[in-house]
């Protein structure tokens, strides 16, 4: 019991973070503001739950222009997507214990 | 620790996250049944322009004269049930994004577009060489082909569903151009029946 526990990364403790790699899972990458209508969040919100998760290296930023406005889209690291992956099993391993 | 609740509703929104942040979901059965209502009863037009015309339609390049009149009318009916159907459809999309409080236009939206686009503006070209080498026979197969392409193509990325109506389309479309004489027919059982039949089946899955 104790060890699946552990398998739950509490860096996807937070419901925008689970969102936003949920979203970032199966997108090639999404931009800002597409993350934020999915979401549903604040511009601030949401910025600092992506900051947290880049600075874990999960997320990555790609910042390119389309025409003269900066467009910055985020994409899910293949260490991310372990990580999430793991942290999905390990869910679905404690239902499934507690059943 | 965590309720056991919890993780499954974890489990769920994470669910519903990936399949609203890739699938386009505002598409109503209702969509479905309306286009199936307007091709069928452009079906019957066209039968009648048709018939009262007693057109010969085969393989076999038809002479100048006749690519005239009721050609001419079957073409403008054929764009007012194409524009109703989208019409209707987008209309009815729109509607249930607002109650469900989705955005309509979404990476979703557009990918599902492009999908759907790239087989039928090929079809479409297609159709044009067609008519203009006079082989008319055939574009009522194609439709059908290209279309049922078109929404398998196009169903990654809204309800799997689609993908069923797809298959059903392009075996339709297949067999009419075997059957060539009876391509009204089969036309009329793809885009009719075939649409309301569909229709009826999402609307009491999802939408009950």
Do not use: C
Not at chain 1, 13 to 36: P, Q, T
Not at chain 2, 61 to 71: K, M, T
Not at chain 2, 103 to 125: D, S
Not at chain 2, 180 to 201: K, P, R
């Amino acid at each position: 019991m104790k060890t699946i526990i552990n398998n739950l990364n509490k860096a996807f403790e937070s419901r925008v973070r689970l969102g936003i790699m949920s979203a970032l899972a199966v997108n090639d990458a999404l931009d800002f503001n597409a993350l934020k209508d999915l979401l549903e969040v604040t511009d601030g919100n949401l910025a600092s739950h992506l900051k947290a998760l880049e600075k874990e290296d999960f997320v990555g930023v790609k910042k390119t222009f389309i025409g003269r406005k900066p467009n910055t889209r985020y994409y899910i690291t293949s260490l991310g997507k372990r990580e999430f992956e793991e942290h999905i099993t390990a869910l679905e391993n404690l239902i499934k214990s507690q059943k | 620790m965590k309720e056991e609740q919890e993780y499954i509703r974890d489990l769920t929104e994470i669910r519903s996250m990936m399949e609203r942040s890739t699938r386009f979901l505002s598409l109503t059965g209702w969509s479905g049944i309306m286009a199936g209502i307007y091709a069928l009863a452009g079906a019957y037009l066209a039968y009648r322009i048709i018939y009262l015309n007693e057109h010969e339609v085969t393989y076999n390049s038809l002479e100048a004269q006749q690519l005239s009149g009721s050609i001419l009318q079957l073409v403008l009916l054929a764009i007012v049930v194409l524009v109703l159907a989208i019409g209707t459809a987008i209309l009815l999309s729109y509607r249930k994004s607002r109650i469900k409080n989705y955005k309509l236009w979404n990476p979703a939206t557009r990918r599902l577009l492009i999908n759907l686009a790239i087989p039928l503006v090929t079809g479409g070209l297609f159709i044009i060489v067609l008519f203009s080498k006079g082989l008319l026979g055939l574009i009522a197969p194609s439709t059908l082909i290209f279309y049922g392409l078109a929404l398998l193509n196009a169903s990654k990325f809204t309800f799997e569903d689609v993908k069923y109506l797809g298959i059903t389309q392009i075996v339709l479309g297949l067999a009419a151009s075997y059957f060539i004489g009876y391509g009204l027919y089969f036309w009329a059982a793809g885009f009719g029946l075939m649409h309301i039949i569909y229709g009826i089946y999402m609307h009491l899955r999802y939408e009950k």
